[in-house]
């Protein structure tokens, strides 16, 4: 049985505003599943809808095996959910706001103590949990928010936009968090508007667009349906038409740029000795080479035709 089943899925708002309009998608138990879109694409009411914080108009959605409208109750008792704009109370401390969330979830005194305890310890917050939450930063209440999260031990996960706005150190250990969280067993369904995240953590990807699902699959099937890997070459005696016609028996050439010549490689990186040899032949001196792989930014403009807002944010310093 899927973790999130969705058939169908519409919303409509007054004056006959079609937010969401028929989608349909499945993520596995188990998996990161990335949820991508522009702005207005009806990325925030697909998701509002499957935490059951707004009712569809039409279609159906089970998430963990249970109807969001029937069962929105065991629905909310298997889901955790942080936001981006996390609604922490500013004058609690850390601690205090773990075992209140652990309280409301049902657990006893002595449970929450423990979850909470272990909890902060797992976000690194066990030194601030006698601070105010109005001293944390703002990757410390992210990951505050996450342990909120997490009390109650929810079979899926929902993250919206976990490390918008975060410093690379703290961009990091989110997903380190998410990663382990989801090697434990936990599904995660993650909005975010930085493309590399998603091509790092996810396993699968969605993109809305207008609505409606306009591409889905792995990172990898979905670069694949943009293009194939180009080499770009820089030659050191700038013999580019030579090196062109050399290239052009190894795949299709393309057009120059900053005096390097571009040729699309059939095989992927298979083709890079053929080609280097082909050239050191004919005694042409390679300065040097870039395999460029099609990225999720290419998908994304070419399904939406448009780029992702934050896509261009460097997120390899948290490497």
């Not at 697909?46 to 569809?56: C, F, G, S």
């Not at 399904?303 to 807002?309: C, Q, R």
Request: charged share 25%.
């Amino acid at each position: 049985m899927p973790a999130i089943e969705v058939t169908a899925l519409e919303r409509e708002f007054e004056g006959g505003i079609r937010a969401v309009q028929g989608v349909d998608l499945e993520v596995s138990e188990g998996e990161i599943y990335a949820f991508l879109g522009p702005n207005g694409a009806g990325k925030t009411t697909t998701v509002r809808m499957l935490t059951t914080l707004l009712r569809p108009t039409g279609g159906s959605a089970r998430v963990a095996d249970h109807d969001v409208v029937a069962d929105a109750a065991a629905v909310r008792r298997a889901i955790g959910v942080a936001l981006q704009e996390a609604a922490l109370d500013p004058l609690m401390t850390g601690r205090e706001l773990i075992r209140l969330q652990a309280t409301l979830h049902g657990l006893s005194p002595a449970e929450g103590k423990r979850r909470s305890d272990a909890l902060l310890n797992r976000v690194g917050l066990s030194q601030a949990a006698d601070r105010r939450v109005g001293t944390y930063s703002g990757g410390m209440r992210r990951r505050l928010d996450l342990a909120s999260a997490l009390v109650h031990e929810p079979r899926v996960l929902f993250l919206d936009e976990p490390t918008t706005g975060l410093d690379p150190v703290s961009r990091k250990a989110i997903w380190e968090e998410v990663v382990a969280l989801n090697r434990e067993g936990t599904t995660v369904f993650l909005t975010t508007q930085y493309l590399e995240e998603a091509d790092r953590l996810a396993n699968h990807v969605g993109i809305i667009n207008g609505g409606r699902i306009v591409a889905r699959g792995t990172p990898a099937s979905l670069k694949a349906e943009v293009g194939r890997p180009h080499l770009e070459i820089g030659l050191l005696d700038g013999a580019a038409e030579r090196a062109q016609r050399i290239c052009a028996a190894f795949g299709r050439p393309l057009p120059e740029k900053d005096g390097k010549v571009l040729v699309e490689l059939e095989d992927g990186a298979a083709g890079v000795a053929r080609i280097v040899r082909a050239l050191d032949e004919a005694g042409l001196a390679v300065e040097s080479l870039d395999l460029v792989e099609p990225t999720l930014d290419d998908v994304f403009v070419a399904k939406t035709g448009e780029h992702l807002e934050g896509s261009e944010v460097e997120v390899a310093e948290a490497t």
